[in-house]
């Protein structure tokens, strides 16, 4: 599957961005999708992930609250809404998928993901 991620951009803190991934292929209901992010000089860190269904979800606790995974199977597309968003938030954003044979299991570590987008910059501004 490849990965396809958009929607970042330049933002003042408080405000709100949607980052979409689109997938190819015909078996995206299939995969669970995860959201991560590097900040310069940082290690990649996980921001959200979302089951194969959609049923389930899982947040890091920095973006709980804030941020809400969502996907749309008929759509091949993945979205991550940020709202209230703050400086420390500024990263490149990558979109990552696992195939599952879970419809509810949801993954948290980079090396589960086996397939990435290629990153979309979100800069926050105080």
């Known amino acids: 599957v490849q990965l396809q991620a958009s929607g970042g951009g330049l933002v003042q803190a408080g405000g709100s961005l949607r980052l979409s991934c689109a997938a190819s292929?015909?078996?995206?209901?299939?995969?669970?999708m995860g959201w991560f992010r590097q900040a310069p000089g940082k290690e990649r860190e996980f921001v959200a992930a979302?089951?194969?269904?959609?049923?389930?979800?899982y947040y890091a606790d920095s973006v709980k609250g804030r941020f809400t995974i969502s996907r749309d199977n008929a759509k091949n597309t993945v979205y991550l809404q940020m709202n209230s968003l703050k400086p420390e938030d500024t990263a490149v954003y990558y979109c990552a998928a696992v195939w599952s044979a879970s419809s509810i299991v949801v993954f948290t570590t980079p090396s589960n993901y086996n397939y990435w987008g290629q990153g979309t910059l979100v800069t926050v501004s105080s």
């Open positions: 292929g015909r078996t995206f209901s299939s995969y669970a």
């Open positions: 979302i089951s194969r269904s959609g049923g389930r979800t």
